[in-house]
């Protein structure tokens, strides 16, 4: 599947974010999906950084991701859903978020579904 970034920098971030995962775990969908999403997220890379390594820390990133806008909360929740199959009240995540940032998070769910 041939995926589109929204930009450059968002296909460095998801780059650099990936390989700091487990090798092993690098080809799976629920990885790559929800990383495309937080590497979309600009200028929070260092703070999701933190979170990841032997998997992502979703529970202390969405505690981190308090003070962060409505949207980068949303995002973090939708990757966090594709991720480890919670649910996500949909209306609530894709309200906030632009044109450019919906079409990453569609994007991430045909990655993990398709």
Same mark, same amino acid.
């Given at each position: 599947?041939?995926?589109?970034?929204?930009?450059?920098k968002?296909?460095r971030?998801?780059?650099?974010?990936?390989?700091?995962?487990?090798?092993?775990? $690098?080809s799976s969908? !629920?990885?790559?999906? %929800? +990383?495309y999403?937080?590497?979309a997220i =600009?200028y929070? #890379?260092?703070v999701?950084?933190?979170h990841?390594?032997?998997?992502?820390?979703?529970?202390?990133l969405?505690?981190?991701?308090?003070t962060?806008?409505?949207?980068? $909360?949303?995002?973090? !929740?939708?990757?966090? %859903? +594709?991720?480890?199959?919670?649910?996500? =009240?949909?209306? #609530?995540?894709?309200?906030?978020?632009?044109?450019?940032n919906?079409a990453?998070?569609?994007?991430?769910?045909?990655?993990r579904?398709?």
């Amino acid at each position: 599947m041939l995926v589109q970034f929204k930009n450059d920098k968002h296909r460095r971030n998801y780059e650099q974010l990936l390989a700091m995962v487990h090798p092993g775990t $690098r080809s799976s969908i !629920e990885y790559q999906a %929800a +990383l495309y999403i937080l590497a979309a997220i =600009d200028y929070k #890379q260092e703070v999701i950084a933190e979170h990841i390594g032997d998997g992502i820390r979703f529970r202390e990133l969405v505690q981190k991701a308090r003070t962060w806008s409505t949207a980068e $909360r949303r995002m973090v !929740e939708l990757a966090g %859903a +594709l991720f480890n199959g919670r649910s996500a =009240d949909l209306d #609530q995540c894709f309200r906030p978020l632009d044109k450019q940032n919906t079409a990453v998070t569609l994007e991430a769910m045909k990655m993990r579904y398709l």
